[in-house]
């Protein structure tokens, strides 16, 4: 141990020595270089020389290594790991966003639209199909009651009045039980401690019944304390009955004497007039006199004061206040204008004359004051201190003159004008009055006041056509919207149109015409102007201005005088709202310009035969004849003509040059047909014949062939008719229903089965092959098996209206209603479901019910004739005769054309010659309603 103990000492004064010998060589900037610069990490002072002992607790802190910041927010342990979402937080949260960030977001956005862009149209097309399955799986409340909407424009005023009110039931009950009052019987110990003192009457009481109150604080009630005595109390109510029936009845025993308008009189008298409650009226009270106070020259403030006195029924305190508010506000035009209606009309005149002498200025008042006068004398007398005080009044001015005669009113109006130059009115008005010249005069001086007034214009040319000056209407017209245009007045159309329609309305027909004329390009693209023009000619025809209609009808056939849809159109409003004249001349001038159009020969070859000319009806064929040689409407009309007017031997001549010129099979078919209504059998065979060769599959021509046979009595013939033309024209329907029939009139049910069997495979989801094999099955007693066949035609055709007809019909009477529920979800708006359907309701005796879907079936196809045939025969049975020839105008007027009676009975060569009004009364003869 001496030993290490000498060597340590040794080394440590080496080590010394050489320590000065180093600081003594170096200079004196490098002693302190250390000073002022920051302690080394993790550096302990003195721990070099074993001073550890010395380091406090303070000294522990700042010793530690500091902690990573990025590590401690950041837990990148493997429990902190979501195969999801990764780590709880950003790997490079604490990165430094830079340029390249920036420029790698955007590309990725580029990258992202670009995607969704091609995406977008299938994503929107998937959307759409999406909302569309929505809106059918679960529609609307609107779309469920679609149809009810609709049918209310059927509801009548009666019917509307008789909709009861929506009530709802459950706050009703919940109202009903909390004003159930639960009475409890009290025992007689409790009414024994609680009595009062009063078991009698007193003599006030029974001589007013008990409304007559005593003073408050004159009687105070005690608390009674004796015993109760209940027989007491029961003498008392008899007594208190007794009272109230003296004072309903007289000293005669029996007779009432009672007043029920003075009993009511005297209830209304206790309590308000609006039934409105005490506390509000009190509160209402508070808050306008705390505003009348506030602002006590503020006029509103005390007429709601008064109306609300009004409204409890305190008339006088209500003509206080206001008599207070006049005091009060004496320049206030409405005070002074309530005032006068409080007041009695005994008192209201003199209350009158002083609010105009308050407000001299004020129209309302002395319009007040005339309306008080009886007489007209006086209503003149104040109009005119009116006007003294207030010249300028224009109300004032109308006022006066509608008292005084023509000729004095033309005087008053002369001042009128004078006073007031800028009233339009009353230059119209004075101009009106004034004979021809003066009238010029004064609506030229109107022109001069007023440069910028449409109306004085159209009154001018209004004056020049009602002294038939037509020539000068135009240069006024033009000259007048030249003259607005000067004076920077827009020229807006739909107003002139809408003045144009009043001079129609008027009467004026050439100044209507003219305004149209003159306005009608105002505004419009050249490229809209014919559809533009069209869209107004409709809109006058919808509310009867038909002479604006013309105008702007004229206009376009101006502008375009070969458009043939634009002469069709004008020509259809001649027709319907025109004179034959007028027809007449719009279809020879159409064809001048559009001699191709074989409608518009056609409608004025029919216009002349219908007007009883049938020789202008042949020229003008003939016309139509060598503008369109080969024309098969032309060539049929020419023959239609001829058969209506009995000259047979022209219509085979006619009839005979068509097949050689142009030889369809139109023209054989009315061959034949003209040889058969004639009843030459031999000679309409011979046609058909030819006609078969020439055109084979053309199915009219085999059934007309097999029908003639059959009306020959050859029905094996007919039946051979008839399958050459289903050989011929496999998928013709009436040819199989022809052939079916002819075996049922053989008896030969198998092959009637046969022959719809063969239509139904040929043509399927063919509703009237079904229709007829069901309706077979039913006439050979065979319901099961028609029931089968119409379960299977509903499914092959859901939709059919002669299907769901038949299923009610067949539908035994308890359940029709429930089936005519189910055809009108299926096949809305189908004539022959609402024909059935108005059926029903007759089998029900529902009268008005039936008569409405009548007139819905005939609205929704006019063209459907055995609805027109049902509904007249129902007015047969259950109307008028006004009702009956209204159903006979609107079909005759409707010419229908199908129907499966109605076919029937049109097509009977019986029955070629019958108008529409004679195959109505036909036909209702053989309809069934039931």
């Known amino acids: 141990v001496l030993v290490l103990v000498l060597c340590f000492c040794s080394c440590s004064s ?29 550096y302990i002072a003195g721990a070099g020389r074993g001073a550890s002992g010395f380091t406090t607790r303070s000294d522990i802190g700042p010793a530690k290594k500091a902690a990573d910041k990025t590590q401690e927010s950041e837990n990148l342990n493997d429990t902190n790991y979501d195969e999801f979402s990764g780590y709880q937080g950003s790997l490079f949260a604490h990165g430094k966003f830079d340029k390249d960030d920036d420029e790698a977001d955007l590309i990725y956005d ?25 809106r059918q799986e679960r529609p609307k409340i609107q779309q469920q009651f679609s149809d009810l909407k609709r049918d209310l424009v059927k509801v009548s005023e009666e019917e509307w009045d008789n909709i009861p009110d929506v009530v709802d039931i459950g706050k009703k009950t919940k109202r009903a039980k909390k004003g159930i ?28 019944g008990g409304l007559q109150t005593p003073l408050p604080g004159t009687q105070t009630l005690m608390p009674y304390s004796g015993n109760l005595d209940l027989q007491e109390i029961g003498r008392a109510r008899n007594t208190m009955m007794n009272v109230k029936l003296d004072q309903a009845s007289d000293s005669v025993t029996g007779q009432t004497v009672v007043d029920p308008k003075g009993y009511l009189t005297d209830l209304n008298s206790l309590t308000p007039a609006s039934g409105a409650n005490y506390g509000d009226v009190k509160t209402g009270r508070t808050i306008l006199e705390a505003a009348r106070k506030t602002n006590p020259k503020h006029g509103p403030s005390w007429i709601a004061s008064a109306r609300l006195e009004k409204e409890v029924g305190r008339i006088q305190a209500a003509r206080n206040l206001i008599a207070k508010a006049t005091e009060m506000c004496p320049k206030s035009e409405d005070v002074w204008i309530e005032a006068i209606e409080l007041q009695p009309p005994e008192h209201a005149k003199a209350v009158v004359a002083q609010a105009v002498s308050n407000v001299p200025n004020s129209v309302r008042l002395w319009l007040k004051a005339t309306n008080m006068e009886i007489d007209k004398k006086g209503k003149k007398s104040v109009l005119r201190k009116a006007l003294d005080a207030i010249p300028t009044s224009v109300e004032l001015w109308k006022a006066a003159v509608e008292l005084e005669s023509p000729s004095d009113a033309c005087i008053l109006l002369g001042r009128a004008v004078e006073c007031c130059p800028q009233s339009v009115d ?43 000056n037509a020539v000068n209407i135009t240069r006024l017209i033009d000259l007048g919207i030249k003259s607005l245009k000067g004076n920077f007045v827009e020229i807006n159309r739909q107003h002139w149109l809408d003045d144009a329609k009043k001079c129609d309305k008027a009467g004026f027909l050439l100044t209507c015409q003219e305004i149209v004329r003159a306005v009608i390009s105002v505004g419009i693209e050249e490229e809209d102007r014919l559809d533009t023009w069209l869209d107004d000619a409709e809109s006058f025809v919808k509310e009867e201005a038909f002479n604006c209609t013309r105008a702007i009808y004229t206009e376009c056939l101006n502008l375009d005088r070969t458009n043939e849809d634009t002469w069709l159109q004008v020509a259809f409003f001649e027709k319907d709202h025109g004179s034959q004249e007028a027809l007449d001349e719009l279809l ?32 003008i064929l003939d016309a139509a004849f060598h503008a369109n040689p080969n024309s098969e409407e032309i060539w049929l009309a020419a023959v239609k003509l001829e058969s209506e007017n009995q000259q047979y031997r022209r219509a085979r001549t006619l009839l005979q040059n068509a097949r050689e010129k142009a030889g369809t099979a139109r023209m054989w078919i009315k061959s034949a047909t003209l040889e058969w209504v004639l009843d030459k059998l031999e000679d309409a065979s011979k046609v058909l014949d030819e006609a078969i060769l020439r055109h084979p599959t053309e199915p009219k021509l085999h059934m007309m062939r097999g029908q003639i046979m059959e009306q020959s009595g050859n029905d094996t013939a007919a039946l051979q008719c008839y399958k050459l033309g289903i050989k011929e024209c496999p998928q013709s329907i009436p040819l199989y229903l022809l052939a079916s029939r002819v075996h049922c009139k053989r008896s030969d049910l198998m092959r009637a089965r046969s022959v719809l069997e063969s239509g139904r495979q040929a043509v399927q989801a063919s509703d009237k092959l079904w229709l007829e094999s069901i309706r077979l099955e039913m006439k050979y007693g065979e319901a099961e098996v028609a029931k089968s066949l119409l379960s299977k035609a509903m499914q092959i055709c859901p939709t059919s209206g002669l299907l769901w007809s038949e299923s009610i019909a067949m539908s035994p009477p308890h359940s029709r209603d429930t089936r005519c ?33 009548f007139n819905r079936t005939v609205k929704q196809d006019p063209d459907y004739g055995d609805a027109w045939a049902a509904y007249y025969k129902f007015e047969l049975k259950h109307g008028n005769e006004t009702k009956q020839q209204d159903v006979m105008k609107h079909c005759v007027l409707s010419e229908p054309r199908h129907g499966e009676l109605w076919q029937q009975v049109s097509k009977d060569v019986k029955n070629w010659s019958m108008k529409t009004e004679e195959l109505l009364k036909e036909a209702a003869k053989q309809v069934e309603l039931s």
């Open 110 to 134: 580029a990258v992202e639209a670009r995607i969704d862009e091609r995406r977008k149209d299938h994503r929107e097309r998937r959307q759409k199909e999406e909302l569309e399955r929505y």
């Open 181 to 208: 009052d639960h009475f409890t019987p009290i025992p007689d110990s409790l009414l024994a401690t609680q009595g009062g003192q009063h078991t009698k009457l007193d003599t006030n009481m029974q001589k007013y």
């Open 821 to 853: 529920v189910d055809a009108m979800r299926k096949c809305e708006n189908d004539p022959i479901v609402l024909l059935a359907v108005a059926k029903f309701f007759l089998f029900q005796r529902k009268i008005r019910k039936a008569r409405n879907w």
């Open 588 to 619: 020879s001038n159409a064809v001048k310009y559009c001699p191709q159009a074989e409608t518009l020969w056609l409608m004025g070859a029919k216009s002349a035969w219908m007007g009883g000319d049938v020789t202008k009806a042949r020229n």
């Open 14 to 42: 080496s080590a010394s020595s050489f320590f000065l010998v180093t600081t003594m060589n170096g200079s004196t900037e490098d002693k302190y270089s250390f000073l002022g610069k920051p302690a080394p990490t993790g």
């Open 426 to 468: 009353l230059w119209l008005a004075l101009a009106h009055l004034e004979t021809y010249q003066n009238a010029k005069r004064v609506l030229n001086k109107a022109r001069k006041q007023i440069p910028t007034e449409r109306s004085i214009w159209i009154a001018a040319a209004k004056l020049e056509e009602s002294a038939g």
